[in-house]
Nanobody, 122 residues
Framework: QVQLVESGGGLVQAGGSLRLSCAASGRTISSYVMGWFRRAPGKEREFVAAISSSGGSTYAEDSVKGRFTVSRDNAKNTVYLQMNSLKPEDTAVYYC???????????????WGQGTQVTVSP
C-alpha cells in the first residue's frame, strides 16, 4: 500500500506561483509512475501531468505546458508540481496518484492522495 499526502495548495493571485508536494509513505514510489490530476468545481477530474518512475520522462496536458513542471525526488519519496503563471481557470483540487502504467487515464492509477485546494484569484 502507498499512502499519498499532498500539500502546498492555497490562494494565489493570477500570474503567481505555487509548488505542490506529494509525500509518499508505506512503500517506496521509485517504481511507480506518478501523476497529477485536478478537479475544478462542477467539472470532471482531469489529467494534469505525469512523470516516469526514474524521472526521465514527463508529460503535461496542453493547457499547462510551459507553465507547470512535474518532478520527483525518489530519495525523499516525494513528487512535486511547480505551477507558474497561474490562471483563474487553474482553480481546482489537485491530486497526486501512483500507478504502474505510463498513462493519462485516472483509472490506471491505483493510489491517490486526498487532494489540496488551489485557488487563483483574478
Amino acid at each position: 500500500q502507498v499512502q499519498l499526502v499532498e500539500s502546498g495548495g492555497g490562494l494565489v493571485q493570477a500570474g503567481g506561483s505555487l509548488r505542490l508536494s506529494c509525500a509518499a509513505s508505506g512503500r517506496t514510489i521509485s517504481s511507480y509512475v506518478m501523476g497529477w490530476f485536478r478537479r475544478a468545481p462542477g467539472k470532471e477530474r482531469e489529467f494534469v501531468a505525469a512523470i516516469s518512475s526514474s524521472g526521465g520522462s514527463t508529460y503535461a496536458e496542453d493547457s499547462v505546458k510551459g507553465r507547470f513542471t512535474v518532478s520527483r525526488d525518489n530519495a525523499k519519496n516525494t513528487v512535486y508540481l511547480q505551477m507558474n503563471s497561474l490562471k483563474p481557470e487553474d482553480t481546482a483540487v489537485y491530486y497526486c496518484a501512483a500507478g504502474m502504467t505510463w498513462a493519462t487515464m485516472a483509472r490506471t492509477y491505483a493510489y491517490w492522495g486526498q487532494g489540496t485546494q488551489v485557488t487563483v484569484s483574478p
